[in-house]
């Protein structure tokens, strides 16, 4: 298989694929060694105040109506919302690894792409038995994805697999999500449930090979598209990065009525009012810089991004804290 337009180039992406391998050889975490499940300090207390949502990070937790709730409201809701993003993570981790094992069956003998998928697999697998294990030990019976992408799951990871530009847009339309998420909450410095806390390590530093795979993997692959393909991804890029936030983020109306959420709160939450438009917009700084590069982002485009309230300005760095107005 030809991985890109030259060969320096394919070179290049075949040794960067190499240091992604052995990071993961050299530089992994497995759910039952790396997390003491039974230490009295990761012990999950149901009634821990440290379940409240933050004001600047979360949608929910933004709104008046939230933050006006009396404390062992706002932890219930709290507790129950990151169980259930667990719940939803682990369920996306499955999407990937069908869609990837697909991928990565097809490829060629000698494939450095081969060896690297399944060393993010192996790591997923471990993703979902953390996430499930965090739900299991909370205790609230979470149903996690929406009714609609839970019955369309497993087509939509078969699918992938053989659209492979498109699930590697799609597998950063549900990562970037978390991650930013993940990477806020621990920079910011609030209290965070001891063993949440620990979970949003270990992710982070393996997804962050990940991240850079799915990046890498797209600036190789969409050199070699002819126009007509790159213009059909370009109109893609922005539709499945608002699509997996939602569903990775906007909770079921089942969750509005748990909890006696008014409509208006729900809608300004997810995402009518400007706090939670500049959340939803802060998730994609880095894909707006990368969609950028590709030359995804054109005159026909660009309107798609601010449609779908995820127009913004771009990071220096994957990464970057959102320091700056967007």
């Given at each position: ?244 936030a939602d569903e990775l983020v906007k909770p079921s109306k089942s969750f509005a009525r748990k909890f006696d959420i008014p409509d208006a709160v729900f809608k300004d939450a997810f995402w009518r009012s400007p706090a939670s438009r500049q959340i939803l917009s802060g ?33 220096r760095y994957r990464g970057e804290p959102q320091r700056r107005a967007s």
């Amino acid at each position: 298989m030809t991985f890109s337009k030259t060969t320096t180039q394919a070179s290049e992406y075949a040794d960067t694929l190499l240091t992604l391998s052995e990071g993961s050889v050299h530089r992994r975490f497995d759910p039952y060694l790396d997390i003491d499940w039974d230490a009295p300090e990761l012990a999950i207390d149901r009634d821990d105040p440290r379940w409240v949502l933050s004001p600047e990070l979360d949608p929910l937790g933004a709104t008046s109506w939230y933050q006006n709730l009396p404390l062992e409201q706002r932890v219930e809701i709290g507790r129950w919302r990151q169980a259930n993003a667990a719940k939803v993570g682990l369920a996306f981790e499955s999407i990937l690894i069908r869609g990837m094992m697909q991928y990565a069956m097809a490829l060629p003998n000698g494939s450095p792409e081969f060896r690297y998928c399944l060393h993010e697999m192996t790591e997923e697998c471990n993703h979902i038995q953390m996430f499930q294990e965090l739900v299991n030990r909370i205790g609230d019976d979470v149903p996690g994805m929406r009714p609609l992408f839970r019955l369309a799951s497993p087509f939509i990871g078969v699918a992938g697999g053989y659209f492979w530009v498109i699930l590697f847009i799609g597998i950063l339309g549900g990562e970037e999500p978390i991650d930013h998420y993940q990477k806020a909450l621990l920079r910011s410095g609030s209290a965070t449930q001891p063993t949440l806390r620990r979970i949003m390590e270990i992710h982070i530093a393996e997804e962050a090979r990940h991240i850079s795979f799915a990046n890498e993997f797209l600036r190789a692959h969409v050199a070699r598209m002819n126009p007509v393909s790159t213009a059909a991804c370009a109109v893609a890029f922005p539709i499945a990065m608002r699509w997996l936030a939602d569903e990775l983020v906007k909770p079921s109306k089942s969750f509005a009525r748990k909890f006696d959420i008014p409509d208006a709160v729900f809608k300004d939450a997810f995402w009518r009012s400007p706090a939670s438009r500049q959340i939803l917009s802060g998730f994609f700084g880095d894909m707006r810089t990368l969609a950028d590069e590709l030359g995804f982002l054109n005159p026909v485009t660009r309107p798609l991004w601010k449609l779908l309230k995820i127009d913004g300005g771009y990071t220096r760095y994957r990464g970057e804290p959102q320091r700056r107005a967007s």
